[in-house]
């Protein structure tokens, strides 16, 4: 079976160690052709964009003084077809401008320079979190979240920053509140992300912490007020209505989303039918994190849980998000072989496997048959990985409602 086979390298050293350098090498070298990609090198001189060249024009917009223009599409995309000579891409911007000023700094670089030290430090940081998480079972957590570690790498996502910032949360909480406060404050540059690891913290009355991040997210609101005007938070809002309208209507690559809400649209329910979808799931995955603390299982499975179904709440999730499902299969671990069966852990982490390879296999497809260009309203493709969380979802409420162990005999202390 799968978690037979993935579960024995943390009793070989030398196979995991082996395990660990193959799959470091093979994102090393992602890393490196995707620079040359972005820095349009050689035959790439006419790529599409992509994510993180969307990230380099708004690093430029804030010292050009105009940043709240990027949150109208319009404007936005004429923006995009200026930096790159007429190419543009579907790339509206709802980012709050937290992480506008976040990204300010890589302006002074050119394209493929700053997306390899944004990715670098980025996957840097994400990587020692989940090895200080994972301890020997890393080798194991990295080969489960590798398709979605190179999908993070092939767009210039911030999927390893948001993963490293709840896997902070995760590793200060019983300990450092502040630390964990700050590293859920900072979160508010995707704070969809964030409202499992609240409501944990709230159920569990951890109010120094919840203090804390409170505080950072006022403060940087603050700061970015006076920074960039009041009228950029009206030019947020109208920017997250604007979206939500072409979420409706299917604007979006929808086959790499991994919500609910792209896997009811994509098999045929209405936009109103496949909203309400999306929030039972939502609901069901802030009950998992509350069944998570009720039932008794350890600290760092209740953890786990947390954020695993971080990226199950808003309808606007991509696989890129799914470096946060590793953190949350590296708390579980330990305790994982005693609440679920071989053959179940199995299922979990072939799902996983399945929601992060999923949208880079069908990109890969679509682009092969008919070309970088193409027209997804021409080509029909499910959104699977929406499925394969759903399924998770029900397996991890199903091993929570089942009688456990007490706390006490399970492994009950973080790393």
Not at 124 to 129: D, E, G, I, M, R
Not at 243 to 262: D, T
Not at 391 to 408: E, I, N, P, Q
Request: glycine letters at 8%.
């Amino acid at each position: 079976m799968l978690a037979e086979t993935l579960e024995q390298l943390q009793f070989a050293p030398h196979k995991r160690t082996l395990y660990v350098r193959f799959v470091l090498a093979a994102l090393g070298a992602v890393v490196l052709v995707k620079t040359f990609w972005f820095a349009r090198w050689g035959a790439w001189q006419g790529r599409e964009l992509a994510d993180f060249d969307a990230f380099h024009i708004i690093a430029q917009r804030v010292w050009l003084g105009d940043l709240d223009q990027v949150y109208r599409f319009e404007t936005f995309v004429k923006m995009q077809a200026e930096a790159a000579g007429g190419t543009t891409s579907f790339m509206p911007w709802t980012y709050p401008p937290q992480f506008d000023l976040l990204l300010a700094p890589l302006a002074f670089l050119p394209v493929g320079v700053a997306y390899l030290v944004f990715t670098a430090v980025t996957l840097a940081l994400y990587l020692a979190t989940l090895r200080r998480i994972a301890g020997d079972n890393f080798a194991q957590a990295l080969v489960i979240v590798f398709p979605a570690l190179a999908i993070t790498i092939g767009c210039g996502q911030n999927g390893f920053l948001t993963g490293a910032l709840i896997g902070l949360v995760c590793l200060n909480i019983e300990r450092r509140q502040v630390l964990a406060g700050l590293a859920l404050g900072a979160m508010v540059i995707k704070p969809h992300l964030a409202i499992a690891a609240g409501l944990y913290l709230l159920i569990t009355r951890r109010w120094i912490a919840i203090a804390t991040a409170a505080m950072m997210v006022l403060a940087s609101s603050l700061l970015c007020t006076l920074l960039f005007g009041l009228q950029i938070w009206s030019a947020l809002l109208g920017s997250i209505r604007e979206s939500a309208g072409y979420l409706e209507q299917g604007f979006y690559p929808l086959f790499r989303m991994i919500s609910s809400y792209a896997a009811l649209y994509m098999a045929g329910v209405p936009a109103a039918g496949a909203f309400w979808g999306q929030a039972i799931v939502a609901a069901l995955a802030l009950c998992a994190v509350a069944l998570g603390v009720a039932r008794a299982v350890s600290p760092a499975f209740a953890l786990g849980v947390t954020a695993t179904v971080s990226v199950m709440i808003s309808p606007y999730a991509y696989d890129y998000d799914l470096p946060m499902v590793g953190i949350g299969l590296a708390l579980m671990f330990p305790d994982l072989a005693k609440v679920a069966s071989a053959r179940e852990r199995s299922v979990i982490y072939g799902l996983v496997l399945l929601a992060g390879a999923y949208g880079l296999l069908q990109s890969a497809r679509l682009a092969a048959q008919y070309g970088q260009k193409v027209d997804l309203d021409q080509h029909f493709a499910p959104a699977i990985a929406g499925l394969a969380l759903m399924v998770l979802l029900a397996m991890l409420l199903r091993m929570l409602c089942r009688k456990t162990r007490s706390a006490d005999a399970m492994s009950p202390a973080l790393p």
